[in-house]
């Protein structure tokens, strides 16, 4: 019989794989998003470097926790102890970042709408997409037709009665010397895509409080570990029922 409980070490690297799975899946996201991690910088954003490092460490300590389980060593439980500790610090740390970076974007949206919309101008893949967004969501531009310049898209063709994602379209004329549709949207589509980004700061706020909450959880159980193994230790390798725990 093992120094630790069957069941709670069966348990605790069960949650150890889970997380190990987690973090190859955050790392296969940074490579997913890291196209548009300029974008995401200009407006206040935080640098898509720290999913890197957090995606490495879920795994990292997952890996870690397995580890010390199998073995039953005190020194090496010890060590995962000092990450559950660590991390729920941190995860508390980057939650209230996540936070404050929500609010910073925000204003970013809200005062430097035009000068990011000439960013998105200069990029192909990032003027296609607010093509699309102006399609959904029935806007123009990022803080306005400007953005556009003098030959405003089919998308931003505005047509009264049609409700988008801000109720009823509110249209306007097409200013003179400007090709495109006599009839454009009025709005911007600034709140529309903040409305996507907010959604991610909430996920991201969510997965670091759930997670400084996890590795409390970890924290303990891992305590627990520890104390039966230096109980067996002390018993000279015999088993100790579990009435006490």
């Keep these: 019989m093992g120094k630790i409980n069957g069941c709670i070490k069966c348990l605790f690297i069960f949650f150890n794989v889970l997380f190990a799975i987690l973090g190859c899946m955050l ?13 995401f910088s200009e407006i206040g954003g935080p640098n898509l ?18 580890v010390a389980a199998c073995c039953e060593k005190e020194l090496i439980l010890k060590v995962f102890a000092g990450f559950m500790g660590v ?25 430097t709408a035009s000068e990011f919309g000439k960013i998105i101008m200069n990029h192909n893949e990032l003027r296609d997409m607010l093509d699309s967004f102006q399609q959904s969501g029935h806007c123009c531009g990022l803080g306005g037709f400007a953005d556009w310049g003098d030959k405003i898209p089919v ?6 009665g049609v409700y988008g994602s801000f109720g009823e379209s509110t249209c306007k004329q097409k200013p003179q010397g400007i090709s495109g549709p006599d009839q454009i949207y009025a709005k911007g589509c600034g709140e529309f895509i903040f409305m996507y980004i907010d959604i991610l700061f909430q996920v991201s706020m ?13 924290l303990l159980i891992t305590i627990l570990m520890i104390h039966q193994v230096k109980r067996y230790d002390s018993s000279g390798g015999t088993s100790i029922a579990m009435k006490g725990y």
């Excluded at 470097?49 to 397995?66: E, M, Q, T």
């Excluded at 969510?206 to 970890?218: D, H, M, N, Q, S």
């Design 155 to 160: 998308s931003c063709e505005c047509s009264s």
């Design 49 to 66: 470097v720290w999913i890197w490092v957090f995606a490495i460490g879920v795994l990292g300590i997952s890996i870690l926790g397995i």
């Design 206 to 218: 969510g997965f670091c409080f759930g997670f400084a909450v996890t590795a409390l959880l970890g």
């Design 27 to 39: 790392m296969f996201a940074a490579v997913k998003v890291s196209a548009y991690s300029l974008m």
């Design 87 to 111: 991390g729920m610090i941190i995860m508390l740390i980057f939650g209230i970042i996540v936070v404050v970076a929500r609010n910073e974007v925000k204003k970013g949206f809200d005062s």
